[in-house]
């Protein structure tokens, strides 16, 4: 697939389920609430998460909207994102080095 043919599938993909207005609509609503901005952004990327594990198994079919699960997948993966920052800093201080955490 050439460069600019991919851009323009990336960003149309997600319109191209019949029903992305009903998969879709809690994703900008929660966001857009103050109170629940942690939430969302935990939310959204376990629904990111699904959504990428579904075109690698070659469905093209948004992920429906499943709160808990996702939750738990998006909670699980900054987990390990905050892991995959904090080691190194650690070790970074450790030895003296600027590192990740150098600026703080």
């Known amino acids: 697939m050439p460069f600019i043919e991919g851009i323009k599938q990336s960003l149309i993909y997600p319109f191209e389920d019949r029903d992305w207005v009903s998969k879709l609509w809690?994703?900008?609503?929660?966001?857009?609430?103050?109170?629940l901005g942690l939430i969302s952004v935990i939310l959204?990327?376990?629904?990111?998460?699904?959504?990428?594990?579904?075109?690698?198994?070659?469905?093209?079919?948004l992920p429906p909207f499943r709160p808990i699960p996702?939750?738990?997948?998006?909670?699980?993966l900054w987990v390990v994102m905050m892991g995959h920052?904090?080691?190194?800093?650690?070790?970074?201080?450790?030895?003296?080095?600027g590192g990740p955490l150098g600026s703080l």
């Open 85 to 97: 920052m904090f080691i190194p800093g650690v070790l970074c201080s450790i030895l003296g080095i």
């Open 26 to 35: 809690p994703l900008p609503l929660i966001a857009a609430i103050p109170v």
């Open 44 to 61: 959204l990327k376990g629904w990111r998460f699904e959504m990428v594990k579904r075109i690698a198994q070659g469905s093209h079919e």
């Open 70 to 76: 996702m939750l738990k997948t998006g909670a699980l």
